[in-house]
């Protein structure tokens, strides 16, 4: 599977942190976005691989953002977050995400795995 990646998350230091560590680790960054609607956007015109959505976006649920993801873009969703997956595990399950990274675990083999196992 083609890794082109889009961010989503609220924190621009974060966004900047994570695709500086998967561009480093070879899964090219295609864009990021701040919001849901801007992630919307993004993912229509850049059309990336895998979309890394955090579940709080400054007051928007990742989980609502997810679910309208899957729906008009085919790409794979992969939440993330830095609370623990315990936190919410049935949610997640029962998402429209492939899956769950915690930030501190995210990594080009991270999300590799997880596209394996999970595919």
């Known amino acids: 599977m083609s ?3 889009l961010l989503v998350d609220d924190s ?3 966004l900047q ?5 998967l561009e480093r680790d ?8 701040l919001s849901g ?5 993004r993912a229509a015109e850049l059309t990336p691989d895998v979309v890394l959505v955090d579940l709080d976006l400054d007051g928007e649920n990742g ?3 997810a679910t309208e993801l899957a729906r008009h873009v085919s790409a794979v969703v992969i939440l993330i977050s830095t609370h623990a997956l315990e936190d919410f595990e049935e949610l997640v399950a029962a998402s429209a995400a492939r899956g769950f990274l915690p930030k501190s675990a995210l990594s080009a083999r991270a999300i590799r795995e997880l596209l394996d196992n999970e595919g």
């Open 3 to 5: 890794m082109r990646c």
């Open 63 to 65: 989980f609502d953002v």
């Open 26 to 33: 070879g899964i090219p960054v295609v864009g990021v976005a």
């Open 12 to 14: 621009i230091r974060f």
């Open 37 to 41: 609607t801007e992630a919307l956007a």
């Open 17 to 21: 942190a994570a695709r500086s560590l």
